[in-house]
C-alpha cells in the first residue's frame, strides 16, 4: 500500500524500466534510439511528431472490480480498507519513420509481455511501497470507437497504440487522528429527581 504518489510512481517506473532496459542492437541490428516518458494530456496535445519516442499516457483510473464491494471493519479503531485501483495507460510510438516507430512499439509490447510485475525495488521510493508490493501490467482491448474518442479528444493526428492496465495500486488511507469513542446513556427521570 502507497500514499497518493503511487500512480505517478508507477506510470514513471514503467518508463525508467523500459528506458534502462532498451538495447542499442538487436540480433545484429541496430535499433532507433527512443526516449520513454510519461506525458500529460498537455503534453499529448502538442506536437511530438518527429522525436523518437515513446509516451505513456494514463488516460483512465478505475477502482479495482474485485475490491469495490469489500465492506470495512466494524472494529471501533480499525482504518478503513485501502482505495485498490487500476490505471489504463495508453503506449504510443511516435517517429518521423514508419519503421522505427514500428521496432519500438514492438520491442516496447515484447518487454512488457516478458516482465509484466513490478515489486517494491522497481517502484520510485516516493509513495512509501510496502515490501511486498507487486504491481501486475496486463494487456488491454480497446475497441476502435474508445481509441479514437481518446485521440479526438487530445487532438494530436493518431498514433499506433496499445493499451495497458497497471493492477492493483492500492492507497492507504490517511491515518485518522485518534479520538475516543462516543458512548450514548439514556436517562429517565421522575418527579422525585432519581433517575430510573
Known sequence: MANVFAIHSVCGSIATFLQNTYPV??????LPSCTFEVLSSNQMAG????TNRVSLYLYRATVNEHSRQQRPSRAPDALPAPLSLDLHIL?????????????????????LHLFPLLDASSLTPEPGWDADEVIQIVPAELSTEDIMRIWDALEPSYRVSASYIARTVRLDP???PEARAVVATRFAYRGSGVPS
Do not use: P
Not at 47 to 50: G, P, Q
Open 25 to 30: 542492437s538487436l540480433d545484429g541490428l541496430t
Open 47 to 50: 506536437t511530438l511528431e518527429d
Open 91 to 111: 503506449v504510443s510510438a511516435w517517429s518521423g519513420s514508419a519503421l522505427d516507430e514500428q521496432v519500438m512499439l514492438a520491442w516496447t509490447m515484447r518487454q
Open 174 to 176: 490517511d491515518e485518522l
